[in-house]
């Protein structure tokens, strides 16, 4: 018993040493074992985190081609992985929600695909791949990793004009425009042929649907520029969609959908044209015009080629009416237009210009057709071959080329030729344009000239018809040319061909005036309260243009002068005198009714007087004669000129409208001094003014009679009106007393040369001679 | 979900057998030199760590019938089977042999049943489980079973043979497990947990497991042979050649894990595959009364596992066993004898590589061939006696493992107060690092599985 005891003892004893002992509480002191993991990561989806972040970066091409190779790649691991790792509630399908909630829980906790975006997903990949539309199957997945191949290639494709593209550059040449509109148009039509989204239903609201949910998941809620625009891009995008493809949203086959492509592609590539280049240019190289013309020229192919025209022979107004409304509110257009006054000159542009048959009668039309079409592309050649002509002239050191240097030029050109250059073979449309060309030669020849100074004002000088022109006189001509052109063709009375032929009257002016209303008060050329512009215009043109007759009608020459000093005078001038206006202090601070300063009419006469000499710089005797004048003189000149002009009341202030007419008659002004004073001493002597009086005629048969009966007036020869027209001028009132009259008539048989010889020595005026009869005139 | 059954059909199978047992205690006089013995016990889990299992204490009772082992029976039964209370997973039941044997000529047998055979030393001083399948109740003291089948035996003084044909297969016998609604139960403690989370970027997802059991007829009725050759005294130099082409006792699992995407939970489909191995073995040894040295050596070269496809799998390499080994034996006073050993393994090759979808370079396979790749064990053992039918028997080894990281103590001790009355006490402690991909072995995962049984036991 006691050595059981004993051994007992020692066993426990033995035990629980060794279970105390500090090596055995190394063993016991063990760490919790980890559980075993079954590990689906794959390492190299960590770059599916990063998915977004890369796209963004793409966009902006701080990625490496490797490294985009490796964002796509990495989607398709990730696919590759799910098909692998995951069973779907159909074992080998998923439903979208499944789908989502996958993803979400396992791969994109901070940029959440939204339902709406999974159900799009699932709807293109039907168009890719097959299947239904809210479920995919791994055989599915398969098909998706492959399109994704292809992804990949033109991804990298792309990559080198991926910021041009997305508009990141802030400049751009025409050549990497092309290459990246090229680059776009390979990839995209290699992509439709891949994955024969020509045979689906998808649909284009589909895709835009898609694209912006995709943009909105990329942007992750951050404001990212290039993505967060893609939502309010839409209206733009689903009107360029109307205008090219048409009301029908569904493409049908390999041509529809390459036809379509085409179209959008040649779009954005106008769009990047205008947003690289054409926004920056200024207009003062043959270049810049060309480019210009290159990107009008693309635009009428592309509406010619858009699937819409081709598909239904028409690009309906109704499309193009959404796109310009949209343009508007993307601001792509100047604020200060809008698309209702774009809508309303298209279509009469349409129906005047491009449809002449129809004389403006827009009834029944809604839609350019291929008529409209072709006309635009006529008138744009006709413009372009001049232009390129312009371009081509061989100027010496100085960049002048003499008139006779110029017509003789234009009588070598081969114009067959000319036109072979610019791809234009059709015979009735070489021939239209030989025409034109014929028209622009006699037109160069006639003794006259084009003259713009630097600063785009309308030189009006004695010597203009032997001043040398330049490269932008032309240029500035040739626009003038194009807009005369315009007006004769729309608004012409008689529907003759030829520019020369034709010839406007008071209502068809004033149709333009209506026609273009709109426009013209948006840019602020047209006054509101102005009843009569038309009828006025006209009358402008009659009598103060170089090639002004007085009758009731303007042909090309008056429409043609008369629009470049509306455009010298109009514009340029006033603008130049508006901001000397600034310089000087001489803003208040009300607004007029077309949103300028009102001017202290004070100030406005002192600024005007010292700066004459650069302001009316294309007008040089003129400014000559208004800064050598005595301050009485030009007191006088200013009251007369400025009661002739004014519209505004008396109140010690002047607005834009004042000041644009006041601008406009001292053009006018001096384009009747320069062109009747033959001696050119400044001073129109009788027989001067004799020559310019008939195309008065007409307007002093209107002017108030006075003591004169009707029926002396009616039978009064045409002597009796040259002298009324000489006592107006030199008297500086109406003659409407007969006493007056007589009396004048009897000094100027006194100073006859008969008697004295000295007619033309007291019966003189001069240039406040002249503002005195607007005032005369204005007041009746 | 799959449930298997295992708790309601082992729980019945082992008290029947437990209550078998009892009743052939009683009638053992009809199986002549048969010795029951029945204990009871408490295992606790005694590391500060341990968290495998709702509790960290057991109770057992056991019953053993062995027959002993100098008696001369035509019938040979070792079997024994635990009952763990409020812990059917732990019961098991272990029958080690079963056999009869009706005698030929002299020297000469045929055996038919279950029966241990010294094919290799290297897999008997081991328990690897590479010729003879193991009782893996408890994985850190694996037991042997014998091989199952027809066997021929030629036992004479300098030369012996055996020969082993067999068309049954029984591989090792695991720890049980029970799945419930896709989830392993936690309910033993020595069963390795499948991983129970996949991980996806980040995000842990739980895992229901189905197991493809195979049909019971595809899984037993296997063809095995064996055949070793003996040349030399059993007591001085010999030398013993194994050779055998069988069913390797180790299941190879494939599985395919996936993310339900329609519940997001994980599915992991576990197939058992059963592989062929030829195994090649050489004892080399010398040994007297004092003393025993030599040499094991194994080639094991393995079939490679059949998968279905999206699955992954075990990939095996042939692998080379080496296993010195020294003991020494002697007698002390009050008729004690002591014994003191040193044994080493070293394993080239044998590695085993998940290949396929689910493969992770940071996790090893799930399938293991070889508990452990290189070890040295010292040990000692001691068997006082303090009187006629009272003694000691101690033993103690303490194994280590460079290579695996991981060290093992044990202290098994076993007092007879009397003939009938037996106190025994366990302790085991293992320190271990955890497992990698270079660092595969199955002691890491049982590093918190620190021990002391306590128990006594009654022998008919």
């Known amino acids: ?780 | 979900m799959m449930k298997v059954p295992m708790k309601s059909f082992w729980s019945r199978l082992i008290s029947g057998m437990l209550f078998s047992l009892l009743y052939l205690a009683v009638a053992q006089p009809a199986f002549g030199q048969v010795v029951s013995k029945f204990s009871l016990v408490n295992d606790s889990f005694i590391s500060s760590a341990f968290e495998a299992s709702e509790k960290s204490s057991y109770q057992f009772f056991t019953g053993q019938l062995k027959t002993e082992p100098k008696a001369a029976e035509n019938f040979y039964i070792d079997l024994s089977a635990g009952y763990a209370f409020g812990a059917p997973l732990l019961s098991y039941i272990n029958a080690t042999e079963l056999y009869v044997s009706p005698h030929l000529v002299d020297k000469s047998k045929v055996i038919f049943g279950r029966k241990l055979l010294d094919w290799s030393e290297l897999d008997r001083r081991w328990t690897l489980g590479i010729f003879e399948p193991t009782f893996l109740w408890n994985p850190l003291s694996p037991k042997q079973q014998g091989l199952t089948g027809l066997f021929w035996s030629l036992d004479e003084e300098n030369y012996g043979a055996h020969l082993f044909l067999s068309s049954l297969y029984l591989p090792d016998q695991g720890p049980s497990f029970e799945i419930v609604n896709g989830r392993f139960e936690k309910g033993n403690p020595w069963f390795r947990r499948p991983p129970e989370f996949i991980n996806l970027n980040g995000v842990y997802t739980s895992i229901d497991y189905t197991i493809h059991t195979p049909e019971m007829s595809e899984v037993i009725f296997r063809q095995s042979f064996a055949g070793n050759v003996r040349v030399g005294e059993k007591n001085g130099l010999r030398g013993v050649f194994s050779l055998a082409s069988m069913p390797s006792n180790q299941i190879a699992k494939t599985y395919k894990g996936v993310i339900n995407t329609e519940e997001l939970r994980g599915e992991v489909e576990v197939v058992p595959v059963i592989y062929e191995h030829v195994l090649v073995s050489g004892d080399f040894v010398y040994e007297n009364e004092n003393i025993e040295t030599g040499l094991s050596v194994i080639y094991d070269n393995p079939t490679q596992p059949t998968y279905s496809d999206g699955f992954t799998h075990p990939k095996f390499t042939a692998a080379t066993l080496v296993s010195p080994f020294a003991e020494v034996r002697f007698r002390g006073s009050r008729s004690s004898v002591w014994k003191l050993g040193v044994q080493a393994l070293d394993i080239s090759g044998g590695g085993v590589e998940d290949e396929g979808p689910d493969a992770a370079e940071d996790r090893g396979a799930l399938t293991s061939r070889y508990p452990f790749s290189r070890a040295v064990e010292l040990y000692g053992a001691m068997s006082m006696r303090f009187s006629k039918r009272q003694r000691i028997l101690s033993k103690i080894s303490y194994m280590q493992s460079d290579e695996n990281k991981f060290s093992v103590i044990k202290w098994n001790n076993l007092w007879s107060l009397d003939s009938h009355w037996d106190l025994l006490t366990d302790l085991v402690l293992v320190e271990a690092a955890d497992a990698t991909r270079d660092n595969q072995n199955d002691i890491s995962q049982f590093k918190n599985h620190d021990r002391l049984i306590i128990g006594a036991s009654y022998g008919f």
């Open chain 1, 1 to 780: 018993m006691g050595s059981r005891t004993h051994s007992g003892t020692w066993l426990s004893a033995t035990l629980s040493i060794f279970l105390l002992s500090p090596g055995c509480s190394n063993y016991l002191g063990g760490k919790e074992t980890k559980p075993e993991v079954i590990q689906f990561t794959d390492p190299k989806l960590e770059c599916l985190k990063a998915f977004p972040e890369n796209i963004r970066k793409y966009v902006l091409n701080d990625l490496s081609a490797e490294q985009t190779r490796g964002t796509i790649t990495c989607i398709q691991e990730a696919a590759e992985l799910f098909q692998r790792k995951t069973k779907g509630s159909g074992g080998d399908t998923y439903k979208t929600d499944e789908l989502r909630r996958f993803f979400e829980r396992y791969f994109s906790k901070e940029t959440t695909v939204s339902k709406e975006l999974a159900q799009e997903l699932m709807r293109f990949k039907k168009a890719l791949v097959g299947g239904e539309e809210d479920v995919i199957s791994k055989s599915e997945i398969t098909q998706l990793i492959k399109v994704l191949e292809v992804v990949k290639e033109e991804a990298v494709r792309l990559q080198p004009s991926i910021r041009i593209l997305f508009l990141q550059e802030k400049t751009a040449t025409l050549e990497e425009i092309d290459r990246a509109s090229a680059a776009l148009r390979k990839s995209a039509l290699r992509f439709v042929k891949e994955v024969d989204l020509a045979n689906s239903e998808y649909t284009f609201e589909d895709a835009k649907y898609l694209l912006s949910l995709f943009a909105e998941y990329i942007s992750g809620g951050k404001q990212v520029r290039q993505f967060g625009q893609v939502k309010t891009l839409m209206p733009l995008i689903e009107s360029l969609r109307r205008l090219l493809i048409g009301e029908s949203v569904r493409l049908r086959g390999d041509l529809e959908y390459n036809r379509a492509i085409n179209n959008f592609v040649d779009a954005h590539h106008i769009f990047l044209g205008i947003y690289y280049r054409l926004r920056f240019f200024e207009f003062k190289s043959s270049a810049e015009i060309e480019e210009v013309g290159r990107f009008v020229e693309k635009g009428i192919a592309l509406l010619a080629s858009s699937h819409q025209f081709q598909n239904q022979r028409e690009v309906t107004f109704s499309s193009l009416d959404q796109f310009l409304m949209a343009l508007q509110d993307r601001e792509l257009i100047p604020k200060k237009i809008s698309a209702a006054a774009l809508q309303d000159v298209y279509k009469s542009m349409v129906a005047r210009n491009f449809d002449p048959g129809r004389r403006g009668d827009s009834r029944g039309l809604k839609s350019i057709q291929k008529i409209h079409l072709d006309s635009m592309l006529y008138e744009f050649h006709m413009w372009s071959m001049k232009q390129k002509w312009i371009g081509s002239l061989s100027y010496n050191s100085q960049g002048l080329i003499a008139m006779e240097d110029l017509v003789r030029q234009a009588k070598e050109l081969d114009v067959k030729a000319w036109l072979a250059k610019m791809n234009i073979y059709e015979s009735s449309e070489v021939n239209y344009l030989q025409i034109a060309w014929d028209e622009f030669i006699r037109f160069i020849s006639a003794n006259r000239a084009v003259a713009f100074d630097g600063d785009g004002r309308f030189v009006i000088d004695y010597d203009t018809k032997r001043y040398p022109q330049n490269w932008k006189n032309l240029t500035q001509g040739n626009i003038v040319h194009l807009l005369a052109r315009g007006l004769m063709q729309g608004f012409a009375a008689n529907s003759e061909m030829g520019n020369f032929k034709r010839y406007m009257t008071g209502p068809t002016f004033s149709d333009w005036y209506k026609e273009y209303n709109l426009l013209g008060v948006e840019l602020k050329a047209f006054d509101t309260r102005s009843k009569n512009a038309g009828e006025r215009s006209l009358l402008e043109a009659n009598l103060f243009t170089k090639w002004g007759n007085g009758d009731d009608q303007i042909d090309y020459n008056e429409t043609y002068d008369f629009l470049s000093l509306l455009i010298s005078g109009g514009l340029f001038v006033v603008n130049q005198v508006q901001e000397t206006m600034a310089d000087d202090q001489c803003l208040l601070g009300d607004l007029d009714i077309f949103g300028f300063p009102w001017i202290n009419e004070d100030c406005f006469k002192t600024s005007l007087r010292k700066n004459a000499i650069k302001l009316f710089g294309n007008l040089p005797h003129m400014a000559r004669y208004l800064s050598r004048i005595s301050a009485t003189q030009f007191e006088s000149f200013y009251e007369d000129l400025m009661t002739a002009a004014r519209i505004s009341p008396r109140q010690g202030r002047l607005e834009t409208a004042d000041i644009r007419t006041f601008v406009m008659m001292l053009h006018y002004a001096e384009n009747l001094t320069v062109q009747f004073d033959q001696n050119r001493d400044g001073l129109l002597t009788a027989s001067e003014l004799t020559q310019s009086a008939p195309r008065f005629f007409p307007l002093m048969k209107q002017m108030k009679r006075g003591k004169w009966s009707a029926s002396v007036l009616e039978k009064a020869p045409e002597i009796f009106w040259q002298e009324a027209f000489l006592y107006l001028v030199v008297k500086g009132e109406i003659p409407d007393s007969l006493s007056k009259f007589g009396a004048f008539e009897g000094k100027r048989l006194w100073n006859s040369e008969w008697i004295r010889n000295k007619a033309d020595e007291k019966f003189k005026a001069n240039r406040s001679s002249i503002v005195r009869v607007f005032r005369l005139i204005k007041e009746q």
